[in-house]
């Protein structure tokens, strides 16, 4: 059988570090988050990183769990990894508002995601809280249950003068059921066609991502391997920030899919095993 990077020969600069992504890559959960199916080489392929000594991360754009929350269950299922590599774009909002001298934060998501930013000492509240349009940042992440009183709200905190923070906008992502809607998004989408705010993403595929996620790693943006199954999502990161990007086909792109994006959104390499990340000197150092 052919390799399926066959036809893929951008040649790969060196690599020291991995991003992976979790939802179709590592993993497929069901559409409502509550169980998970670990996806093929997974735990292999994260054994082996470790056996040899290599770092990486998890960077999901999900905020519905903190790490100290979702890492036993990615455990439970054997993948071989502590809470500290799980990263999820809460912690990269709470690095970039501490470094914005943001005070306090209307959160539109679920409690899970307002506990994530109350442990880095920011003041946050809800939009049942009197103080909601008084705030100096809105910040919208996981949000099912959002209605029109909470849309309302954030356009009137923004109106305000809160800047517009989000953890993802990224119109959809991959479950064992399919595509399923990725609600900050949506709740995005309505609040910005009503306020024309500017917004700031601390998710994929912005540059703060990477950078977060190389100096997590401890190594350049440009030698870091960034895995993951989403053109418009892993790769666009990897292509702006000059890093590797590795397209695996067990979530929303098939290799045909990957063939089809122009070079902005195309890999360096398309993988069908996750071991093929560790092959043709793509971790040579230079000298």
Not at 32 to 55: D, H, K, M, N, T
Not at 149 to 177: H, M, Q, R
Request: aromatic fraction near 6%; proline fraction near 6%; charge should be positive.
């Amino acid at each position: 059988m052919p390799h399926s990077s066959d036809g893929w020969n951008e040649p790969l600069g060196p690599i020291e570090g991995f991003v992976f992504d979790l939802d179709g890559t590592l993993i497929l959960s069901n559409r409502s988050l509550g169980s998970y199916r670990v996806l093929p080489g997974a735990v292999e392929i994260l054994s082996e990183l470790q056996s040899r000594g290599i770092p990486f991360v998890i960077l999901t754009n999900g905020t519905a769990y903190r790490a100290c929350e979702q890492g036993p269950r990615l455990r439970a299922l054997g993948l071989p990894i502590s809470d500290d590599v799980l990263l999820t774009p809460n912690a990269i909002a709470a690095d970039l508002m501490l470094r914005r001298a943001v005070k306090s934060v209307l959160v539109l998501g679920t409690s899970g995601v307002g506990n994530a930013l109350a442990e880095s000492g920011f003041d946050i509240v809800f939009t049942d809280n009197e103080r909601a349009e008084h705030v100096d940042a809105v910040y919208i992440a996981w949000h099912p249950e959002c209605g029109m009183k909470d849309i309302e709200t954030a356009c009137k905190a923004i109106w305000n003068g809160a800047k517009l923070y989000v953890a993802s906008d990224v119109p959809f992502f991959a479950t064992a059921g399919g595509k399923s809607l990725g609600y900050s998004h949506a709740i995005t989408a309505a609040v910005r066609k009503i306020t024309r705010a500017p917004m700031t993403l601390t998710g994929k595929p912005s540059l703060h991502a990477l950078k977060f996620v190389a100096k997590k790693l401890r190594i350049p943006v440009r030698r870091v391997g960034v895995v993951g199954d989403d053109p418009l999502v892993e790769m666009i990161m990897a292509r702006r920030g000059k890093a590797i990007g590795f397209g695996v086909t067990g979530g929303i792109s098939s290799l045909e899919d990957w063939s089809a994006q122009p070079k902005a959104r195309r890999p360096h390499r398309v993988i069908q095993d996750l071991g093929e990340i560790l092959e043709r000197n793509a971790l040579r150092k230079e000298n």
